[in-house]
């Protein structure tokens, strides 16, 4: 009965075509495994594509799954796939229809374990080590006492302060820290650039170039100490051209950097220990050192002395010395005579030769030579003068020819310069004018404020109310009556001119007595009031 029933199952069943059932199958996986992490060990990783595109494939004991990272994800991922490395991979789940087969796209990756770091960090030391980055003969001595010291660490950090700490305590010396990160992303390129940015800065710059370098950080586990493992920090040490010092850690903190430095310091302090000496002990052995080396020269000297003593009482004296040279002398003043008369006959045979030579013959001979020659060097000399004549011509003219055309180009230049200096002229002189303009009127506008102040502050204002000013005879204002004399002379000044007055004082005390009688009563206070007032009314200038 099945065997009847299949046939028509199958022909009732949907026909699909392959893309309609790779898509579908796409789908559902990508659907189901939407976001998946992997643990398994990279298998035939080449490198990147030429496309920047990575292709392998993760595998254990029993399968195998094929992998891909994107070129733009492969740039941002701080653990670059290696393999035969165990790694954590975090991705989607897809299929590629081209050949019907699943594979895991991969957004992140990292070591799985501590093991994993170890055995990366072996794979980059015998990389890096065959290629010469550890080798004992490119490490640099350290100096002995840098005038600059600059530091590479967090300067938030405890570290910093312990080096600071150690070196004032040494050696005080001029420090210039590089603030970087010392652990998470992008650290490692912060370290690289802070060592190739010291190694940058030039000779006798505004900002001194440091004689030693420290790279230092705290302790941490392995992943924290991460970034000090990473190839563009040993590489960046070890192309360094200022001796470096690695402080990276506690004493059991081994990285990579530590091989590539020029010396490794067990702790930050250790390295500012390794830095400097101490002052203190300088000071002692240089103290010392002088007193030997004066100990030393005067024993040289006393050595010296005795030796000059010793040679002054080998030396013969001065005849016996002189006694053979004198001798010689006396046998070479006997030989003279003899030997000047077989010179002068000598010289008188080869004159004799020579002017048996000279006939009347070769000297015309020679004479025509030497005209010949003449007549040859004055053709020779008078066609190289024209030649040289000719050329000089040419190279005048095309001088002359790049005068002209420099000359009109610098005129059109000057011209031009001209020009716009006169437009700027113009302008700065418009600029002047108002700004004159402006000034004049803001100084109009003060003077006529002060002239208003002053009319407002005059007391001929006062004088215009109906007040008077009193004056004695010398001209001074008088304030009060008590101050006027009987028959004193007094000046009083109106609004509209002056007046000449005598003081009476009997008048003044019947006015003054015959004021209260006329009043009406008043209580005490105000009676107190007003006899205040009479008496000093107060000065209004």
């Not at 060097?377 to 020819?401: K, N, P, V, Y």
């Amino acid at each position: 009965m099945a065997k009847l029933l299949a046939p028509d199952t199958l022909v009732n069943a949907p026909e699909f075509t392959v893309t309609e059932l790779s898509s579908a199958l796409k789908r559902t996986v990508e659907d189901a495994y939407g976001h998946v992490r992997v643990r398994g060990e990279i298998s035939g990783f080449r490198g990147p594509h030429s496309s920047g595109h990575c292709y392998f494939a993760l595998k254990d004991e029993g399968a195998k799954i094929e992998a891909v990272i994107w070129k733009g994800v492969h740039s941002r991922m701080r653990f670059k796939p290696q393999e035969g490395l165990e790694v954590i991979a975090t991705g989607k789940l897809t299929t590629y229809p081209g050949s019907s087969k699943y594979q895991i796209v991969i957004e992140a990756i990292e070591p799985a374990g501590v093991g994993a770091l170890m055995a990366l960090m072996e794979e980059r030391k015998r990389k890096l080590g065959a290629e010469g980055l550890f080798d004992e003969a490119r490490k640099q001595l350290l100096p002995y006492l840098p005038e600059v010291i600059g530091v590479v660490t967090s300067p938030t950090g405890a570290v910093i302060r312990d080096i600071l700490h150690r070196l004032e305590d040494r050696f005080p010396r001029h420090v210039l820290v590089w603030p970087v990160r010392v652990q998470g992303e992008g650290s490692a390129e912060q370290i690289a650039a802070a060592i190739h940015g010291f190694n940058a800065l030039p000779e006798g710059g505004k900002i001194p170039r440091p004689d030693l370098l420290i790279v230092a950080r705290g302790g941490g586990s392995l992943e924290d100490l991460w970034s000090f493992n990473e190839e563009i920090v040993v590489r960046a040490a070890a192309e360094s051209m200022i001796p470096l010092i690695s402080a990276v850690g506690h004493e059991t903190d081994i990285t990579l950097i530590d091989f590539a430095a020029d010396k490794r310091a067990p702790t930050p302090t250790a390295a500012a220990e390794m830095a400097v000496p101490v002052r203190a002990e300088l000071f002692v052995e240089v103290t010392s050192l002088a007193r030997r080396t004066m100990l030393c020269w005067q024993r040289a000297q006393e050595s010296r002395r005795n030796e000059l003593r010793a040679a002054v009482r080998a030396l013969p004296a001065a005849g016996e010395l002189l006694a053979i040279p004198r001798q010689r002398l006396d046998g070479a003043a006997a030989a003279l005579p003899r030997a000047l008369k077989a010179n002068t006959h000598a010289h008188h045979r080869r004159f004799a030769q020579a002017s048996a030579g000279l006939t009347l013959r070769v000297l015309r001979d020679q004479v025509a030579h030497a005209a010949h020659r003449l007549s040859v060097s004055g053709e020779r000399l008078t066609h190289g003068a024209r030649a040289g004549l000719r050329q000089r011509r040419e190279r005048f003219a095309g001088l002359e020819i790049r005068l002209k055309a420099s000359k009109l180009a610098n005129a059109q230049a000057q011209r031009v310069r001209i020009g716009s200096e006169r437009e700027r002229t113009v302008r700065l002189a418009e600029r002047a004018r108002r700004a004159l303009s402006t000034l004049i009127e803001r100084k109009q506008a003060r003077v006529a404020h002060a002239g208003q102040l002053l009319a407002a502050l005059s007391y001929r204002g006062v004088l215009a109310r109906g007040f008077a000013l009193v004056r004695d005879a010398q001209g001074q204002s008088i304030h009060a009556a008590a101050g006027i004399g009987a028959g004193a002379r007094l000046s009083l000044e109106f609004a509209d001119g002056r007046v000449g007055a005598t003081a009476d004082s009997d008048g003044a005390d019947a006015t003054r007595a015959a004021r209260p009688a006329a009043a009406k009563p008043a209580s005490s206070a105000t009676a107190a009031k007003r006899s205040a007032k009479a008496v000093d009314q107060g000065s209004l200038f």
